[in-house]
């Protein structure tokens, strides 16, 4: 996956781009299930997954990545 741009679909996931470097990611049913952002680093881009709480309406980051697809799958996992 290159770093999302438009609506993509990703292991039953859909990114929806809220800024250039946030996505919001949603499952198919349309749940929130988090945001994937880009951070510049100076060893490059890392990918920051934050998964959205339902019960707390707040967002936890999951980790840093080096790729949106590790990320991505960070969310659909946890």
């Known amino acids: 996956m290159t770093t999302p741009t438009l609506i993509q679909v990703h292991g039953g996931l859909r990114l929806h781009p809220v ?4 996505w919001r990611v949603v499952a198919l049913d349309d749940r929130i299930v988090g945001h994937l952002e880009e951070r510049e680093t100076p060893e490059g881009p890392v990918f920051v997954a ?3 709480s339902t019960l707390h309406s707040t967002f ?3 980790g840093e990545f080096w790729s949106a697809d590790d990320a991505v799958d960070s969310l659909r996992c946890a």
């Open 60 to 62: 936890t980051a999951l």
């Open 19 to 22: 800024r250039p470097t946030l």
């Open 50 to 52: 934050k998964r959205f």
